[in-house]
């Protein structure tokens, strides 16, 4: 008799801890598919889904570091630095966006300023085009920032004129991810270094649970 109760009780134990899983899944995937991945595996199969929910699926939100929260005074001195030279060129939104606008400055630190642009690229091969023409046309600084870069045809481009940037008095960083570009050889990193260009890894810090955690991409090909 005690041990149905006790079979009963983990059984009712599992389902509870996989429905409450699942409800925290759905709010910190990145992607729909993940979302939907997790929701159904917690739900369903419990017994198996949770201690890879454990392993895989925590938030990786408390890895970063928000813009202003932080005790290191050269970063607090620089970003006190930015928002004095944005604050001129701050705007106010319209009704409409004006709580974003709250929202993006309590985070940040930074106001929301004028005088932006954006614009739509459809493909890969506009994108690029447009990457290389604004770095080819920069006359005092370039941030670039890539998740993957690789030593092929289109990598190589971008150094090159990364390179010819640098080589007439813009100043250069570059900023890749350590995870996505780990297969990029170091002989890549060191010939921009040796031009001039400042180039720097980044990678989210993550708690020792948390170092094997994994992110599904779905790739689109044209």
Known sequence: ???????????????????????????????????????????????????????????????????????????????????AALLPHASDLTEKYRDSAYLAERLTHLPITSGNQADLLIDGAETFAAVGKAIDEAQKYLLVQFFIVRDDELGRDIQQRLLAASARGVRVHMLIDQVGSRQLPAAYRETLREGGVQVRCYRVGRQPARAGQLTLVRQRTA
């Open 1 to 83: 008799m005690w041990l149905d109760v006790l079979i009963t009780g983990i059984v009712v134990l599992f389902h509870t801890a996989g429905v409450l899983c699942a409800l925290q899944a759905i709010l910190i995937s990145r992607t729909p598919q993940a979302a939907i991945g997790w929701t159904l595996g917690l739900v369903l199969f419990p017994y198996f889904a949770l201690p890879l929910f454990a392993i895989f699926g925590g938030s990786t939100f408390r890895g970063y570091k928000l813009a202003g929260h932080t005790d290191d005074p050269a970063l607090i001195d620089v970003l006190e630095k930015a928002r």
